[in-house]
């Protein structure tokens, strides 16, 4: 993925939502442990659990799922998108020329609409209920993880009353989050509303067999509730079936997610460069394997993340599957 979007960096987190278990973390490009010194020292930490980044559209499916929970909004809810919203002492522009008009929740979080989950957040959701749920989902903050070095993201504080800078948040600007973070909310929301500490080790044992330590899931809090999640997964599978994350899919395995084009900050501005991200989970009516990828400052146009990260997400998915034994549908 990396190689064909000419990124320069390439993240993947895979976990089992239903007990935080982290299947899998890879990040390209890497070094070899052995020869290590012969690599810059950027390399060799684990970028999936140290470095943070702005997450962009990917984290409307946090804005979309808690404007449910809290009862800001409604699968059938209608927006009307200005293409250029003027507001909160700003502007928010949408990504596409012409804007998309009238539509549903669904069709908002189909189409990305940025003005729309701008208004979620800052107006329907509000800065101090939002910032509660965005910490409950875990970012800001260390999730335990059993490896060093974890980072905890950036989550601004709430504003008094609707800012620009909540606006922003809405749709993925202005916050940092982790990779990890990333993967662990979405988990939250693919296994009914729980969110679970990861786990890179599940037993200890020594050369014999004996288990000298076993480590059971545990459970953080319940972020969302059963129905809300079971909602908000069917919007997400409508991203995939009918919006920008065509390209994840795979046969028989109905997969659900978002896509994400984040613009990269650097030295207090946004540059040229943008990050590919997609989100999701497969099967979405019993979700087995949550994944995160993100593709670090693409060179390739279309710099989107429906157009390089979805199918890396797709063909990672649709191969694990079958090895973890799961069949078509």
């Not at 909602?231 to 997400?236: G, K, L, Q, R, T």
């Not at 984040?262 to 991200?277: K, S």
Request: proline share 7%.
């Amino acid at each position: 993925g990396v190689l064909e979007s000419q990124a320069e960096m390439g993240i993947f987190v895979a976990v089992d939502p239903k007990t935080g278990d982290i299947l899998a973390m890879a990040t390209y490009p890497s070094f070899d442990p052995n020869h290590f010194s012969d690599y810059p020292p950027e390399l060799w930490k684990n970028r999936a659990v140290t470095d943070q980044f702005e997450p962009g559209s990917t984290f409307k499916v946090i804005t979309g799922s808690v404007a449910l929970e809290v009862g800001a909004a409604t699968l059938a809810s209608t927006y009307v998108d200005p293409v250029r919203l003027e507001r909160w002492g700003g502007v928010v522009n949408c990504w596409r020329a012409g804007g998309h008009g009238e539509q549903t929740f669904v069709e908002a979080l189909e189409n990305s609409c940025n003005p729309v989950f701008a208004v979620m957040s800052a107006d329907e959701i509000g800065p101090a209920r939002f910032y509660e749920y965005i910490r409950a989902f875990g970012f800001g903050g260390r999730l335990g993880i059993d490896f060093p070095g974890e980072g905890t993201g950036l989550v601004p504080r709430p504003t008094p009353n609707p800012s620009l800078q909540w606006a922003n948040v809405g749709f993925g600007q202005g916050i940092a989050v982790t990779p990890l973070q990333m993967a662990m909310a979405v988990a939250a929301i693919a296994n009914g509303g729980t969110l679970y500490k990861p786990r890179l080790v599940k037993e200890i044992r020594t050369k014999d067999g004996d288990i000298v330590e076993a480590r059971a899931p545990e459970i953080i809090r319940q972020v969302l509730s059963r129905q809300t999640a079971q909602e908000f997964i069917s919007a997400m599978r409508s991203v995939v079936a009918n919006g920008s994350g065509t390209r994840a899919d795979v046969p028989g395995y109905r997969v659900a997610g978002k896509t994400g084009t984040a613009q990269i900050p650097e030295h207090g501005r946004y540059i040229d460069l943008n990050m590919a991200t997609f989100v999701g989970f497969a099967p979405a009516d019993d979700p087995a394997i949550v994944g995160v990828v993100m593709l670090y400052k693409v060179h390739a146009q279309p710099s989107w993340g429906g157009t390089w990260a979805a199918p890396v997400f797709g063909r990672v998915v649709e191969e694990a599957l079958e090895y973890m034994g799961i069949p078509r549908r």
